[in-house]
Structure formats: C-alpha cells, structure tokens
C-alpha cells in the first residue's frame, strides 16, 4: 500500500491545528487542577470531586474568550483544504 506524501502532510497538519486549539483550554484546566490540589493538600481536604467543577467552569471561560480564535484556526484550516482540492 502506497501512501502519498500529500496524504500525511494533510494528517499532519489537521493534528496540529486540532493541537493548537486544544492546547490552552487543556491547559487551563490542568492549571485549575493544579491549584486546586495544592489547596487540597494545604487544608487536608481530600474530596476528589472538588475540583471537576471549577475546572468544567475554567475551560468553558477560556473556550468563551478565545473562541474566535478557534473559529480563525479552523476557517484557515478549511480554505487551505479546499484550495488543495480545487
């Protein structure tokens, strides 16, 4: 089976992209989880869902605020595949 180069530069950049728009909502959550679990561990309270709640409500505030970034990422994303198509 022949694989075409263009095929995996393809895959290769629709990871990034989905990379990209991941990355600062994951992050925002890890860093909530952080802090949480360090207020955790300095007042002994060890409820584990503690934290599901204030990290659920961080990600949606970051996706809030950058979602026109996303929406950019993904409108160039699109353009550029249906330029290669066309």
């Known amino acids: 089976m022949v694989?075409?180069?263009s095929l995996i530069d393809i895959v290769r950049q629709a990871l990034t992209v989905a990379l990209k728009i991941?990355?600062?909502i994951l992050g925002a959550g890890v860093a909530i989880g952080l802090i949480i679990s360090i207020i955790q561990?300095?007042?002994?309270?060890?409820e584990q869902t503690l934290s599901f709640v204030p990290k659920i409500f961080g990600m949606i505030?970051?996706?809030i605020i950058i979602i026109s970034w996303i929406i950019q990422r993904i409108a160039e994303f699109s353009i550029t595949m249906f330029n290669?198509?066309?």
């Open 3 to 5: 694989i075409d180069e």
């Open 22 to 24: 991941a990355a600062p």
């Open 41 to 46: 561990s300095v007042t002994s309270i060890q």
């Open 61 to 63: 505030i970051i996706t």
């Open 84 to 86: 290669l198509a066309g």
